[in-house]
């Protein structure tokens, strides 16, 4: 994944609909069209990043996931510590929500709704400063059934 910004490529926030980001997209690339561009390589570089942009931010499926990538990169600019990588397999079931050890003994919690909406997501420990990142495995999940749940 890139480091580049695809929201402000488009020059929109990351709460732009779909209808927003795809205006933006289009503004952008008729100004920046090789075909319409002949003075420098900047503008080239810019029309293929406009489109990459709007590529994965034009996709539920891989802006969730940029969203959840960019979201990492800023909770690494601020500092916080994510405790473990792990998936939605390694969790185990808890009062009809799933829970995972943190290191501080405290437990991090999961409700359903986050792994059913989510490729991945964060979860915060309520003792502790750590966090943990979740990937959940659609395939052995089983959410009408919390014991059935990474059997
Ligand atoms: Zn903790």
């Known amino acids: 994944m890139s480091a580049k910004d695809f929201y402000e490529i488009l020059g929109c926030s990351e709460k732009a609909t779909y209808e927003d980001l795809k205006s933006a997209f289009h503004k952008l690339i008729l100004k920046s069209h090789p075909d319409k561009v002949h003075d420098s390589n900047k503008d080239a570089d810019d029309f293929h990043e406009i489109q990459e942009a709007w590529t994965i931010l034009s996709k539920p499926e891989s802006r969730k996931l940029y969203d959840a990538e960019r979201k990492q ?64 495995n659609k395939n052995s999940l089983n959410l009408s059934s919390s014991a059935s749940f990474g059997t």
């Open 73 to 136: 990169a800023k909770l690494e600019e601020e500092s916080i510590v994510v405790l473990a990588r792990i998936t939605s397999d390694e969790l185990y079931p808890k009062d009809e929500k799933f829970a995972y050890q943190c290191r501080c003994g405290s437990e991090y919690i999961i409700d359903n709704e986050d792994l059913k909406n989510n490729e991945q997501f964060y979860v915060a420990c309520d003792e502790c400063t750590f966090y943990i990142l979740v990937q959940v």
